[in-house]
């Protein structure tokens, strides 16, 4: 039980710096801190894989939307 509350913790806290560093992509990079920085590295690490696979439509990259499918199927598979 206790490794199924971590997984779905480890799920949720994936989903929010997912959703976090996509907004954060807005911020010009001249405005940005280190923490911004981090956010958006990390985030573009998890989504680079979706990247290679699912390409952007119309300019519009819908990697983050894919990517938090994944997480809350697995979420559900627990």
């Not at 280190?34 to 990247?51: A, N, Q």
Request: glycine letters at 4%; aromatic letters at 2%.
């Amino acid at each position: 039980m206790l490794v199924k509350e971590i997984l779905h913790t480890a799920i949720e806290l994936l989903t929010w710096l997912i959703i976090i560093g996509s907004l954060l992509t807005w911020v010009p990079p001249h405005s940005r801190n280190r923490i911004v920085d981090s956010i958006i590295e990390l985030t573009d690490g998890l989504l680079e894989p979706i990247r290679k696979v699912v390409p952007p439509i119309h300019g519009i990259d819908i990697s983050p939307i894919v990517a938090i499918i994944i997480l809350q199927l697995l979420d559900s598979l627990l």
